[in-house]
């Protein structure tokens, strides 16, 4: 690095937590990925998975949910276990790839709790501290498609399934410690560098630490000391194991929202004991109601930038150890965090499945390469349907051997035709494999339709930059303003054509839809700088682009409407992000109507036959037409007739918005 270019002193820096020596104060979070096999062992993929985390520069990569007993307190199909000595060669081999590239590995062990999905699939009884209270969910979680409704529905209805409850007893108290001592104990056995207790996020230890789950009466209930209790006894077993030497923290909640449990003020008292019993640092998170909806993305998978960091700073006033920041927290903001020195280190997840190379890209010297998240919550939400990891802006994530960019040993002439995201995905990464790449679009900017929804949210347009200044980085020839056809001069001398046009956004096949006011996505962008307020706007399309204009016009105090065919709102966006937008949505007086059928337009109204067949309609000054898009392989037909091998990505291909643009473009990408 040149000197004078480190913009992030305190977050390279390098840290300790105990006896563990780390590089820089970067952490990744742990966090479900669900790569593991059925039975709980580490998987290849898994492992190629945390090496490209480790090769991009993170200090410490920490395994999610690492179960300490198997099968039973496990809440996926695959979630990762230590909870015999099987699974520690696969352990061992994980943590030789990540010490290969100078990082650190470690797991954070868990017992599910109530929250232990399979025991229910099983007809096992969950573990708790006390019968737990029955709460309905809300209705906004019942927002799913039938697909997903049929995933997480499962458990419960598989042969042999019940919902039934164990509550612990002292002995059973003491097991599970010793359940936590034993799986520390493998750990380091296999050469993992350190351990987190999980005892946040509603599993078992927390069940212990929240009033909302702990009604016991003995000592391990009532006050703070008490409910600590557990977690100063787990603490106190795997110290008598594993000795003082070994690094181990705690996960935990620095408060617990939309229910009157945890408070900061618990959570520094419980980090008080346990920094006693033991622990070497605190990492500090938030929990909320799960049966809220938008409990996810209030608590551990934040929408709310830098969130939970007042916690890490009362924490840190409070213990002699280090203590751990998260909760989507950019570069900046977290090293404006370390100098305060208000954390010690800080964990990042989403920005790291994003972008693997993101510490490496900072020591560089350029933060401005760093692949964005656009914060679709497709990591969390795949998890939510017993999937594994994956990434909406990154198609390697969890692919990692699979869609490995290499050096092509030929070079080819590669002409790509449309500049949205999937033309300038693969454009990049065939520039990057060393071909001779041009991209042609007809528009006079790059982005394609994609410009509109970088309007509409800025992690989009951060996304949309990022795709532009790879391709102009890598020097990819770009012409704007010009159409391709078979015939065009320019496909004679390419080896291969790339055809990522996009999709075609017709008029709908309703009544009135030819009506003047009524505008499809193509002839939105000069509405959006029109729009006035008190404009009656109908939006026709529930869908992710559906919310987004429909935002941006209520942002200019338009009264707004959205009429969507199905009763799922924002069904690209994964889960839970999909409820977040509805709420959000909702919450700025847009209304949304699900089950619209038999959609008419006339001169001052859009009526419409509700899920009961009854007639409704709506004044519309305004009609905006967000759905109906269809694949459009006019041109692949054309250049296939023609001899010319071309391939098709993206919408023009399959209309699956930005996902599909990415996904596509990197699987061609490493083909070509």
Known sequence: MAQGTNRYPHLLAPGRIGAMELRNRILMCPMGDNQATSAGFVTPEQIDYFEARARGGAALLLVGSVGITFPEGIGTPNQTALASDDHTPGMAKMAKAVHAHGARLAVQLVHNGKAAVMDIRQGRSMWVPSEPVSAEADTLSGMLTPAEAEVMGTPYGVPGARIDYHVMSHADIATMAEHFAVATERARAAGVDGVEIHAGHGYLIDEFLSPTSNFRTDAYGGTVDNRARFLVEVLEAIRERVGRDYPV????????????????????????????????????????????????????????????????????????????????????????????????????????????????????????????????????????????????????????????????????????????????EVARISARRGHSVTLIDARTVLGGRFTLAARTAEPNAEVLRWLVDEVTRLGVEVRLGQTVDAQHPDVSWADCVVVATGASWSQPRCPGSQRPHVHTVDELPGWLEAATPDENVVVLGGDLPGLAIATYARKRAANVTVLEQTNVFATSNGLPGRWRHVHEAQGRGILLVPGAQSIEITAQEVGWRDESGVHRSIPADRVLITDGARPDTGLLQALAAKGVEAHAVGDCRSVELLEGAMRDAAELGVRL
């Open 249 to 424: 923290w705690c996960r935990l909640n620095g408060e617990e929202y939309l229910t009157e449990g945890e408070t900061p003020e618990d959570a520094c008292r419980v980090a008080e004991l346990a920094e006693a019993a033991g622990a070497d640092a605190f990492h500090m998170s938030a929990y909320a109601d799960p049966s809220q909806a938008i409990g996810y993305t209030e608590a551990h998978a934040t929408h709310t930038p830098g969130r939970f960091l007042p916690y890490a700073a009362a924490v840190k006033a409070r213990v002699g150890v280090p203590v751990i920041a998260v909760g989507r927290i950019s570069p900046q903001l977290a090293e404006q965090t370390l100098s305060r020195g208000n954390a010690d280190f800080v964990a990042m997840g989403r920005a790291l499945i994003a972008d693997p190379e993101l510490p490496n890209k900072l020591a560089a010297g350029a933060a401005e390469r760093v692949r964005p998240c656009a914060y679709h919550y497709r990591c969390i939400g795949r998890i939510f349907l017993s999937s594994s990891v994956a990434c909406v802006v990154n198609p390697r994530t969890g692919r990692e051997s699979e869609l490995a960019i290499s050096t092509t040993s030929q070079s080819r002439q590669v002409l790509v035709v449309g500049g949205g995201p999937a033309g300038l």
